[in-house]
């Protein structure tokens, strides 16, 4: 609906076409906030942690002691961030034959 249509005898339309606007843009930022506090880091229970990595608890306070998994402490509670978790746990990738192969011939070219 152009600015220029609007009339007297238009109003209702123009009423509900700013009815359905105004609809549309209460539905796209509804959809960006839920976008933005799913991609917000929120800091993890231990609980929320070992169901993430598949380790139990007393595995996970062990890493912690061995200070090999990223964590953090406020007073007596340990805090864990989903995505350090995730890469903590890509890190801990095993090579492939393949990929050893292949860091060999490079090796052995760059000699």
């Known amino acids: 609906m152009d600015i220029n249509d609007i009339s007297f005898e238009n109003l209702p339309k123009a009423v509900a ?6 609809a549309e843009i209460k539905s796209m930022i509804q959809n960006v906030q839920v976008y933005e506090s799913k991609s917000k880091s929120n800091p993890i229970g231990i609980e929320e942690a070992s169901r993430l990595i598949g380790k139990a608890k007393p595995t996970i306070y062990t890493l912690v002691r061995q200070r090999k998994i990223p964590c953090y402490k406020y007073g007596k509670k340990l805090y864990f961030f989903e995505e350090e978790l995730l890469e903590w746990i890509s890190k801990g990738k095993k090579k492939t034959i393949q990929e050893i192969e292949s860091e060999v011939l490079k090796y052995n070219r760059n000699k």
């Open 17 to 22: 076409y700013i009815a359905k606007e105004i």
